[in-house]
């Protein structure tokens, strides 16, 4: 399994999910958890996904995705599980 982290921040429109989780099926990348909140009016997300079931790299899935980000006018991080987890270690 190749979970990812994913962040998602910026203003809060409709379809932020849709467009995000769309990406994410049609590149067979399941989503194994989500979590999401709406304070005064900004959006964020972070979900952990496996990465395991596309043909792309991760660098690839991060391009794409910063794209969709600024299509929707958010910001979308990846990053290995990893390397997340030795950043947020205390």
Known sequence: MKKTIITVLGKDTVGIIAKVCTYLAENHCNILDISQTVTGGYFNMMMIADLSGTDK???DVQKELAAVGEEIGVRIHVQNE???DM???I
């Open 87 to 89: 950043m947020h270690r």
């Open 82 to 84: 990893e390397i997340f």
């Open 57 to 59: 790299g991760i660098l």
